[in-house]
Protein backbone atom coordinates (compact mmCIF):
# COMPACT_ATOMS: atom_id res chain seq x y z
CA UNK A 1 0.00 0.00 0.00
CA UNK A 2 0.94 3.57 -0.63
CA UNK A 3 1.26 6.10 1.89
CA UNK A 4 1.76 9.57 1.63
CA UNK A 5 2.31 12.45 3.74
CA UNK A 6 2.48 15.88 3.65
CA UNK A 7 4.36 18.58 5.52
CA UNK A 8 5.45 22.03 5.20
CA UNK A 9 2.48 24.14 5.83
CA UNK A 10 1.93 26.96 8.29
CA UNK A 11 0.79 30.44 8.89
CA UNK A 12 2.13 32.83 6.62
CA UNK A 13 1.80 36.58 6.02
CA UNK A 14 0.22 37.52 2.39
CA UNK A 15 2.90 37.78 0.23
CA UNK A 16 4.87 35.16 1.55
CA UNK A 17 5.98 31.37 0.36
CA UNK A 18 6.00 27.98 1.80
CA UNK A 19 6.93 24.79 0.13
CA UNK A 20 4.39 21.95 0.90
CA UNK A 21 6.26 18.05 0.32
CA UNK A 22 4.66 15.21 -0.26
CA UNK A 23 6.54 11.76 0.53
CA UNK A 24 5.53 8.64 -0.71
CA UNK A 25 6.34 5.41 0.79
CA UNK A 26 5.52 1.88 1.82
CA UNK A 27 5.00 0.37 -1.83
CA UNK A 28 7.18 -0.07 -5.26
CA UNK A 29 4.28 0.74 -6.95
CA UNK A 30 4.93 3.42 -10.17
CA UNK A 31 2.61 6.31 -9.41
CA UNK A 32 2.13 8.06 -13.28
CA UNK A 33 0.90 10.93 -11.66
CA UNK A 34 1.24 13.18 -8.32
CA UNK A 35 -0.67 16.29 -7.54
CA UNK A 36 -2.04 19.14 -4.76
CA UNK A 37 -5.49 19.50 -3.57
CA UNK A 38 -7.02 21.84 -1.62
CA UNK A 39 -10.20 22.09 0.26
CA UNK A 40 -11.44 25.75 1.99
CA UNK A 41 -13.78 25.55 4.99
CA UNK A 42 -17.30 24.70 3.12
CA UNK A 43 -15.84 24.16 -0.47
CA UNK A 44 -14.87 21.44 -2.17
CA UNK A 45 -12.30 19.76 -3.11
CA UNK A 46 -9.92 21.89 -5.76
CA UNK A 47 -7.27 20.81 -7.97
CA UNK A 48 -4.09 22.89 -7.64
CA UNK A 49 -1.33 21.53 -9.78
CA UNK A 50 -0.13 17.54 -10.84
CA UNK A 51 2.99 16.14 -12.47
CA UNK A 52 3.56 13.45 -14.42
CA UNK A 53 5.95 11.30 -13.49
CA UNK A 54 6.42 9.21 -16.86
CA UNK A 55 7.14 12.50 -18.36
CA UNK A 56 7.36 15.24 -16.69
CA UNK A 57 4.77 17.41 -17.69
CA UNK A 58 3.28 19.64 -15.03
CA UNK A 59 -0.52 21.54 -14.90
CA UNK A 60 -1.50 24.16 -13.09
CA UNK A 61 -5.22 25.56 -11.90
CA UNK A 62 -5.89 29.21 -13.92
CA UNK A 63 -6.02 30.18 -9.71
CA UNK A 64 -2.16 29.44 -8.89
CA UNK A 65 -0.27 30.00 -12.31
CA UNK A 66 2.93 31.83 -12.12
CA UNK A 67 2.86 31.73 -8.42
CA UNK A 68 3.37 27.95 -7.98
CA UNK A 69 5.95 25.66 -8.67
CA UNK A 70 5.48 21.66 -8.50
CA UNK A 71 8.78 19.67 -8.75
CA UNK A 72 9.76 16.20 -8.03
CA UNK A 73 12.88 14.35 -6.54
CA UNK A 74 12.61 10.86 -7.71
CA UNK A 75 15.66 9.94 -5.35
CA UNK A 76 13.56 10.92 -2.29
CA UNK A 77 10.41 9.49 -3.42
CA UNK A 78 8.73 13.07 -2.51
CA UNK A 79 6.74 15.76 -4.44
CA UNK A 80 7.12 19.76 -4.13
CA UNK A 81 4.66 22.61 -4.49
CA UNK A 82 6.38 26.10 -4.28
CA UNK A 83 3.95 28.41 -3.21
CA UNK A 84 4.95 32.51 -3.97
CA UNK A 85 2.91 35.74 -3.69
CA UNK A 86 0.57 33.66 -1.00
CA UNK A 87 -2.98 35.06 -1.28
CA UNK A 88 -5.60 34.62 1.76
CA UNK A 89 -7.58 32.72 -0.73
CA UNK A 90 -5.36 30.57 -0.91
CA UNK A 91 -5.88 29.13 2.51
CA UNK A 92 -7.02 25.59 2.71
CA UNK A 93 -5.86 22.11 3.63
CA UNK A 94 -3.31 20.89 0.77
CA UNK A 95 -3.62 17.06 0.26
CA UNK A 96 -1.04 15.28 -1.56
CA UNK A 97 -2.88 12.69 -3.86
CA UNK A 98 -1.68 9.97 -5.90
CA UNK A 99 -2.30 7.64 -8.61
CA UNK A 100 -0.97 4.68 -10.88
CA UNK A 101 -3.25 5.80 -14.34
CA UNK A 102 -3.15 9.14 -16.03
CA UNK A 103 -6.87 10.10 -17.32
CA UNK A 104 -4.50 13.50 -19.10
CA UNK A 105 -7.58 16.20 -19.16
CA UNK A 106 -9.19 14.89 -16.29
CA UNK A 107 -6.54 15.53 -14.08
CA UNK A 108 -8.13 17.86 -11.81
CA UNK A 109 -10.78 15.68 -10.92
CA UNK A 110 -10.36 14.30 -7.31
CA UNK A 111 -12.63 10.90 -7.30
CA UNK A 112 -9.74 9.62 -9.92
CA UNK A 113 -6.81 9.59 -7.32
CA UNK A 114 -6.81 6.12 -5.44
CA UNK A 115 -4.47 7.39 -2.85
CA UNK A 116 -4.24 10.29 -0.35
CA UNK A 117 -2.82 12.51 2.33
CA UNK A 118 -3.93 13.64 5.34
CA UNK A 119 -3.73 16.98 4.67
CA UNK A 120 -1.55 20.49 6.05
CA UNK A 121 -2.57 23.63 6.49
CA UNK A 122 -1.71 26.22 4.88
CA UNK A 123 -2.80 29.71 6.49
CA UNK A 124 -2.36 32.96 4.70
CA UNK A 125 -3.15 36.07 7.26
CA UNK A 126 -1.76 38.92 8.20
Known amino acids: QVQLVESGGGLVQPGGSLRLSCAAS????????IGWFRQAPGKGREAVSCISTSDGNKYYADSVKGRFTISRDSAKNTVYLQMNSLQPEDTAVYYCAADPSWYGSAWYKPELYDYWGQGTQVTVSS
Open 26 to 33: GSTLPLYV
